[in-house]
């Protein structure tokens, strides 16, 4: 309603624009495995159609907002196709990175995930959507790696391993780079973030048997369900855009400067444990 917020903060999140993306990007790539010509006809441009909604409305919002009001629209990603899929944890076993316990072989069945694993030839495993942990002494329950330069030569071996890695299909470039903890996370829990962290190329995405801790036969698979577009990729290619209405102080903005831009405006104090900076 027109006029009901005149002071503090309104906040107002569009996620559709997030879930059509995920679901309609089949439509819109004829080289996506679950592409549908006769349905393209009707679904491949609903993605810009909606995105041609949300334009407007953040049209008639600044067309609104007086000279003190300050305006601010986010995204926090952009998109792009998930076509094949990528066995983390298979790579590691088939690097000597992970292990299985005698007669046990790589399995489909997610249910199994880490239960075939032998934690005592195990060095790393990968969890989640990109992380890849350290078996390490004193933190996994079966820790095998020192910190130090036992756990440092893994993580170069998965470094030099991962990036670049090209998908023997398609022959495209699957794995661009493979980030540590510390070049992407900081602040108090940094610790519990992974320690290296998948950058993948559009077109590529780890897989969802990766997510749960499993490991199929096979590097790779094709994405043959309905989520076809994603952003778990290498941030350098779906990158966010933010846009103000007034003059940041420069163009290097990151998320973490939201907040503390948000509570200069509003002449809230920073707490000492916010990072980021005021734009403004």
Same mark, same amino acid.
């Given at each position: 309603e027109v006029g009901r917020c005149t002071d503090g903060l309104l906040f107002v999140l569009f996620d559709t624009p997030d879930r059509?993306?995920?679901?309609?990007?089949?439509?819109?790539?004829?080289?996506?495995?679950?592409?549908?010509?006769d349905r393209a006809r009707e679904l491949g441009r609903r993605i810009?159609?909606?995105?041609?909604?949300?334009?407007?409305?953040?049209?008639?919002?600044?067309?609104?907002?007086?000279?003190?009001?300050?305006?601010?629209?986010l995204s926090d990603h952009g998109f792009s196709n998930f076509r094949r899929a990528f066995h983390v944890n298979t790579w590691l076993l088939e690097n000597g990175l992970l292990a299985l316990k005698r007669n046990r072989e790589p399995e489909?069945?997610?249910?199994?995930?880490?239960?075939?694993?032998?934690?005592? /030839?195990? &060095?790393?495993?990968?969890?989640?959507? =990109?992380?890849?942990?350290?078996?390490?002494?004193?933190?996994? +329950?079966?820790g095998i790696l020192e910190e130090g330069g036992e756990a440092e030569r893994v993580c170069r071996s998965i470094q030099k391993g991962l990036s670049g890695l090209s998908d023997p299909v398609s022959h495209r470039t699957a794995v661009r780079r493979v980030l540590r903890r510390e070049e992407i996370y900081s602040g108090a829990y940094a610790a519990d973030s992974p320690d290296l962290l998948l950058a993948c190329a559009p077109?590529? /995405?780890? &897989?969802?048997?990766?997510?749960?801790? =499993?490991?199929?036969?096979?590097?790779?698979?094709?994405?043959? +369900?309905?989520?076809?577009?994603?952003?778990?990729?290498?941030p350098e290619a779906v990158p966010g855009i933010l846009f103000m209405n007034r003059t940041a102080e420069h163009d290097r903005a990151d998320m973490l400067d939201m907040a503390p831009t948000i509570l200069n405006y509003l002449g809230v104090a920073r707490h000492e444990s916010m990072e980021g900076c005021s734009l403004l």
């Open positions: 059509v993306q995920h679901m309609l990007w089949r439509f819109r790539d004829p080289e996506c495995p679950g592409f549908d010509r810009e159609e909606r995105l041609r909604r949300y334009d407007a409305f953040v049209g008639r919002v600044q067309e609104m907002a007086d000279r003190d009001t300050l305006l601010i629209v489909q069945d997610e249910a199994e995930a880490f239960s075939a694993v032998d934690w005592s /030839r195990t &060095s790393a495993y990968a969890l989640g959507l =990109g992380g890849i942990y350290l078996n390490l002494k004193g933190r996994e +329950r079966e077109g590529f /995405r780890v &897989s969802w048997q990766t997510a749960l801790g =499993g490991m199929p036969r096979g590097l790779f698979e094709d994405n043959t +369900r309905r989520w076809s577009g994603d952003h778990i990729i290498d």
